[in-house]
T-cell receptor
């Protein structure tokens, strides 16, 4: 079956602009996660959704970052007033339930000029 | 806070065994995972081990867990050039054990 998909695969933006990154989880997966991977490092947790609600957003670095999952399926990560330090690969993962194995998408590479 | 550490680099010859090591800090972790990342690709789950197990074998992969020392290892038997990638260990942390904390990754290079 189809895996986790993320769009766009690459996004280049200018400092100060607003961006939206989209994640389509595996069909039927109730849990969805966002991670950020900077160059040469392991992924870092950002936020976890169980259904439509954010069950844990402790990893969001500041209030410029926000994520939604209004219908419990597709999720959008929104970054306001982007900074060069936001440049990274943003990874999405989903799992059948919150304690199950997470399956990752290919990521969106964000470059802030 | 949680911290997962791995060595940066490992080089082996094709056909040899590879052993990638990882140390973690959260003793309450329920599951520990190994993921593989090839250039330009997403993370691929290789295997995982439940915290009350000492060992798990899955074809060419063997995972050893020393919970007392908080040490996890991944052994790849008969390493192939296609195994060249970055390997990440991760522990499940957070209230429900579903927040993954990753190490920095070990780059495995397999020489023909």
């Amino acid at each position: 079956g189809a895996g986790v998909s993320q769009t766009p695969s690459n996004k280049v933006t200018e400092k100060g602009k607003y961006v939206e990154l989209r994640c389509d989880p595996i069909s039927g997966h109730t849990a969805l996660y966002w991670y950020r991977q900077s160059l040469g490092q392991g992924p870092e947790f950002l936020i976890y959704f169980q259904g439509t609600g954010a069950a844990d957003d402790s990893g969001l670095p500041n209030d410029r970052f926000f994520a939604v999952r209004p219908e419990g399926s597709v999720s959008t990560l929104k970054i306001q007033r982007t900074e060069r330090g936001d440049s990274a690969v943003y990874l999405c993962a989903s799992s059948l339930i919150g304690t199950d194995t997470q399956y990752f998408g290919p990521g969106t590479r964000l470059t802030v000029l | 806070g949680e911290d997962v550490e791995q060595s940066l680099f490992l080089s082996v010859r094709e056909g040899d065994s590879s052993v990638i090591n990882c140390t973690y800090t959260d003793s309450s972790s329920t599951y520990l995972y190994w993921y593989k990342q090839e250039p330009g690709a997403g993370l691929q789950l290789l295997t995982y081990i439940f915290s009350n197990m000492d060992m798990k074998q899955d074809q060419r992969l063997t995972v050893l867990l020393n919970k007392k020392d908080k040490h996890l290892s991944l052994r790849i038997a008969d390493t192939q050039t296609g195994d060249s990638a970055i390997y990440f260990c991760a522990e499940g942390t957070g209230n429900a054990g579903n927040m993954l904390t990753f190490g920095g990754g070990t780059r495995l290079m397999v020489k023909p």
